[in-house]
């Protein structure tokens, strides 16, 4: 039973195209997150979310948005998808936003902008 | 600033040889430390994290890091390594302001028979 599930886990599309992926959690942590790793595998926080309160990574453009329907889903969606967006989007989640709190991280979803 | 510096892009050990790999911060406090793997196709596991107290952390898969707060380094070792080890390791510092964790460039671990 997956902790922390993504879909897709592959996304192919083109350039200017709105698309989302999706995330769910089930081990009914309090705090989300998204990561976005890049060609070279670093890893960058995008956004946290912790009981409705969303925190940006000031360096993510606004064509980026998570939703939350509720705390055990954070959905990112991307408008006007850019070539320097494809790359591999990891949500994970934890407990609290606390270091003590283990961080889990889904599979990941390798978005390739053409 | 708060950073974190994997200066081993790629590695590569025998099976059955002893492995370390190099991990230092800049922190102006006693960060808390975290070694991640991630191997191909999969999200990131956790394999052990510092917070305080005994400076010599054991974690799961058979891996240890050691805190050398002299040096700023978090060094991941494993006395032997076995061929499902191969993977990327991430070392990670956590949490600054708003970040929960900030990760290394990570390094990539090959295992040859």
């Known amino acids: 039973d997956t902790a922390v599930s993504q879909t897709p886990k592959y996304l192919v599309t083109q350039m200017g195209n709105d698309k989302s992926i999706k995330c769910e959690q089930n081990?009914?942590?309090?705090?989300m997150y998204w990561y976005k790793q890049d060609s070279k595998k670093f890893l960058k926080i995008m956004f946290s979310?912790?009981?409705?309160?969303?925190?940006i990574n000031e360096t993510v453009p606004n064509r980026f948005s998570p939703k939350s329907p509720d705390k055990a889903h954070l959905n990112l969606h991307i408008n006007s998808l850019e070539l320097g967006d494809s790359a591999v989007y990891f949500c994970?989640?934890?407990?609290?936003?606390?270091?003590?709190?283990?961080?889990?991280f889904g599979q990941g979803t390798r978005l390739t902008v053409v | 600033a708060q950073s974190v510096t994997q200066p081993d892009i790629h590695i590569t050990v025998s099976e059955g040889a002893s492995l370390e790999l190099r991990c230092n911060y800049s922190?102006?406090?006693?960060?808390?430390l975290f070694w991640y793997v991630q191997s191909p196709g999969q999200g990131l596991q956790l394999l052990l994290k510092?917070?305080?107290?005994?400076?010599l952390v054991q974690g799961i898969k058979g891996f240890e890091a050691e805190f050398k707060r002299s040096q700023s380094s978090f060094n991941l070792r494993k006395p032997s390594v076995h061929w499902s080890d191969a993977a990327e390791y991430f070392c990670?510092?956590?949490?600054?302001?708003?970040?929960?964790?900030?990760f290394g460039t990570g390094t990539r671990l090959t295992i040859i028979p």
């Open positions: 994970a989640s934890s407990q609290k936003m606390t270091a003590e709190a283990e961080a889990f």
């Open positions: 081990l009914g942590h309090d705090t």
């Open positions: 979310y912790n009981n409705k309160e969303l925190i």
């Open positions: 922190y102006g406090a006693t960060p808390y």
């Open positions: 510092y917070f305080s107290g005994d400076t």
């Open positions: 990670a510092v956590g949490p600054f302001g708003n970040e929960k964790l900030t």
